[in-house]
């Protein structure tokens, strides 16, 4: 049985849910491995996605291959697909599905998509280490009434709330519509990953409940996001349809609201490293659900090649 790291602090090297707001600087490398000519990344790619926290791919996958994925995501999201509730979020006030947890589970189109080596191998290589699917969802933002989602670090939530122990995870997010600068794209600032922001407050009981869809708890103050704003700035990741994006498990990101006609929509897998698996949580007394968490991994991904679809 796992030894609980919520009694465990002395062990915990990025303490959060604290009384007061705290900085402390990243204790892990962001590229743990080395690049080398047969790296699938180039080496200007590497160093980018070393000193920004994320990196964005275009054309990685081909017009058939998205249309084949968009076809998939439409049936998942009409009601037919028969897809369990409780693997359902809708949109705050209504009844339009936001998000699709556990994809890989419900659909075996986007299971292979997860394991293609255009992002699984990407991923691997700028973890060094095998890698598995910490979490999976379908995120779906409609034209004029797409939420916007608050400023924050995937780590904190998932050091705090799932026990990841180290910052040895990478998000991929695959467009599967135009993104622009206009319907409510992924938002992220720059070199923010080197730092991290431990939060004040504590974690509530179920705070997922409320968190996935409009998180309170685990953000950084106005103060935290001012001063990071005006040192890093912040950008947007931008890009047709087949662009991929992978970005640091501490890079602090968010959306604005879509009140255009054009909605968004992403598939977005979190791969985290074989050897970085999660333990009771740092600073909840309750792990989140395994559709949030995958607890108990039966091993790492297979990397597979070829087209999809």
């Not at 973890?127 to 034209?143: A, C, F, I, M, T």
């Not at 998000?171 to 992220?188: E, H, Q, V, Y």
């Not at 179920?206 to 700035?233: C, F, R, W, Y």
């Not at 349809?241 to 609201?257: E, P, R, Y």
């Amino acid at each position: 049985m796992t030894q609980s790291a919520f009694d465990t602090a002395n062990h915990d090297d990025y303490p959060t849910r604290l009384p007061a707001e705290k900085w402390q600087e990243r204790k892990d490398p962001v590229v743990w491995g080395n690049w080398t000519p047969e790296a699938p990344l180039t080496r200007a790619q590497t160093e980018s996605f070393d000193k920004n926290g994320y990196l964005v791919l275009k054309d990685v996958f081909s017009p058939a291959e998205v249309a084949a994925l968009q076809k998939e995501s439409a049936h998942m999201r009409s009601g037919e697909a028969g897809i369990a509730e409780d693997n359902v979020i809708t949109e705050p006030g209504s009844n339009e599905v936001r998000t699709v947890f556990r994809l890989d589970e419900e659909n075996a189109l986007f299971a292979r998509l997860a394991s293609d080596r255009r992002i699984a191998g990407a991923v691997s290589f700028l973890l060094d280490d095998e890698v598995y699917l910490h979490q999976s969802r379908l995120n779906y933002k409609p034209g004029f009434t797409g939420k916007e989602f608050y400023w924050h670090s995937d780590f904190e939530t998932w050091h705090a709330e799932d026990g990841m122990p180290r910052m040895r995870a990478i998000s991929a997010s695959i467009l599967l519509t135009d993104n622009d600068a206009l319907n409510g794209p992924l938002m992220l600032m720059p070199g923010t990953h080197k730092n991290f922001i431990a939060c004040a407050g504590e974690t509530p009981e179920d705070n997922h409940k409320t968190s996935l869809k409009k998180q309170e708890i685990g953000v950084p103050s106005h103060d935290a996001l001012t001063k990071m704003a005006k040192e890093h700035g912040i950008d947007y990741a931008s890009g047709k349809a087949g662009t991929v994006v992978l970005f640091d498990c501490n890079t602090l990101h968010g959306s604005n609201g879509n009140i255009t006609p054009f909605p968004r929509s992403n598939a977005f897998f979190v791969y985290n490293a074989w050897s970085n698996r999660v333990v009771q949580p740092f600073a909840a007394k309750n792990p989140r659900p395994a559709f949030l968490s995958s607890r108990d991994p039966k091993g790492p991904i297979s990397i597979e090649t070829g087209k999809i679809g």
